[in-house]
């Protein structure tokens, strides 16, 4: 089990934590956007090996919202 | 190419009086050669499925199977072997019935029995929701033609004397659904099977390749491959390699819409026959059968939106199934798992497959399996289609790349996909 920093609650399990994924952009007004660049901002996801930064949820807890860096093939955690 | 050795009752027999010393090997591999007609990028069951209907349907000889380990290690072992079609869209249901359908006469074709066993599936069903969706599914596969029904609560407790009683039940079962033709068959079978026909073809299996990178013409299109046994020439190129398609499609120049997740799985102790059905329950998000070795075959579900490539699992989803499995059968308290494993599996952005042609020509795609077990045959069957003949076959037009750049999407997340 993966311990996870909250910023309110501090060290707790991964299960009370919700992933959201990828840290992504946020998404512009749609008049700016032609159908590809809205098409690429919907399917576009990142997929490799490596460190990635995620959004997370402490949703089975205080419901903070913070991010963090997760390495994809080992799943270490590094929240500094 | 030598016709291979015919597995028979009399050949067994024959055998069995010169001490199971007359068995050839089940599949040849040659050295690998400068050039082919196609290369296959990943041995499991899509790549050698696809070489084999290559051989066999499209008359193309000059084929290599490329595998970076050994084959049927990578998805094709790490899976639970449930074979089944109940998905919710009309081409969903026709690509992976059909797949079923081949699949009831594989053992024949390959001769090569593929133990496939078509013991039911069974829904359990525990919250009005799920009762609502299954109905859903269930009236558009009986629009198919294709066996699905809804069972009352009572019904699936006949079928599934093992349940836990009613007064034990933290909700209630309120009925199910069955698929009477699912069950589940002998993954390193089909592998096997598949790699042993298809060798017979004249297609080169080679094991232990790594592809270090793939090479382009001028104009664009395919000219070869390098591996770390050096250059293959060829003009096409597919890749099947599980959950590694996003880092060769890298290679070839193309970025395709899928994200990398963990499966995972466990078997317990080998038991005493209990449970003849293949059991899902969506609500709980675990499903399990009885392999025929006796272990209790436990699925689990996926760390929903966490990118991982690695393939051993996370204690997290264990506790989460193992409770889910409780909850249904208490009985199984005692049971101790004896092994557990992970698979690195592909969703594309509509939980559908990738079959498809792309943007550079001589690059074709097998991707986005999430269940691709159960597709093996038919992604075989249609793959080779699309590589002979340039253009996707009629069952898997709907699968193809380019629905992303219009969005149209064939969804079947949130369905028989527990991710949304």
Known sequence: MLLIRCPWCGLRSESEFHCNGEVRPIRPHSSSLTDQQSVQHTCDRLNFKGWIEEDWCHSKGCGEWFRLNRHTVTHEIDQD | ?420
């Open chain 2, 1 to 420: 190419m030598k016709p291979n050795q015919r597995y028979s009752l009399a050949a067994l027999a024959q055998g069995a009086l010169r001490n199971h010393q007359n068995w050839d090997r089940a599949w040849q591999s040659p050295p690998l050669k400068p050039q082919y007609d196609v290369v296959i990028i990943g041995g499991g069951g899509h790549g050698l499925a696809t070489a084999y209907y290559l051989a066999k349907n499209h008359g193309i000889r000059k084929i290599a199977v490329l595998e970076k380990n050994w084959i049927g290690g990578g998805n094709s072992g790490r899976n639970t072997a449930i074979i089944r079609s109940n998905y919710l869209r009309q081409d969903s249901i026709r690509f992976f019935d059909k797949s079923v359908q081949l699949y009831e006469t594989l053992s024949r074709e390959l001769n090569y029995n593929i133990m496939f066993s078509q013991r039911s599936e069974v829904d359990i069903l525990l919250t009005n929701t799920s009762m609502r969706n299954m109905r859903r599914r269930c009236f558009n596969m009986n629009l198919q033609g294709v066996d699905f029904k809804m069972l009352s609560a009572d019904e699936v407790r006949q079928r599934i004397p093992v349940l836990a009683p009613m007064k034990e039940c933290r909700l209630p079962i309120l009925g199910g659904s069955v698929q009477s033709r699912a069950g589940i068959a002998r993954h390193d079978a089909i592998v096997w099977g598949y790699a042993r026909a298809a060798s017979a073809y004249g297609v080169d299996i080679i094991q232990n390749v790594v592809i270090t990178g793939i090479r382009r013409a001028e104009n664009g299109e395919i000219s070869g491959l390098n591996t770390d046994r050096g250059l293959i020439k060829t003009n096409k190129i597919a890749t099947a390699a599980g959950g590694e398609n996003s880092s060769v499609a890298e290679m070839a120049g193309i970025r395709l819409p899928l994200q990398t997740f963990n499966l995972q799985a466990f078997v317990s102790e080998p038991i005493k026959p209990v449970l003849d059905v293949v059991v899902n329950c969506p609500d709980l998000q675990v499903y399990l059968s009885h392999s025929d070795k006796g272990e209790l075959v436990v699925g689990g579900i996926t760390d929903a939106q966490q990118i991982s490539f690695r393939r051993g699992g996370k204690l997290a989803v264990l506790d989460s199934t193992v409770a889910g499995l409780l909850e249904l059968f208490p009985t199984f308290r005692r049971l101790k798992l004896m092994r557990q494993w992970g698979g690195a599996l592909e969703f594309a952005r509509d939980g559908s497959p990738i079959i498809s042609l792309t943007p550079i020509k001589g690059f074709y795609v097998s991707a986005g399996w999430w269940g691709g077990f159960k597709a093996i045959p038919a992604g075989g069957l249609t793959l080779a289609h699309t590589i002979a003949k340039d253009e996707p076959h009629p069952l898997s037009a709907c699968y193809r790349l380019n629905r992303f750049d219009t969005m149209n999407f064939l969804m079947e997340s949130g369905t028989t996909v527990p991710i949304h």
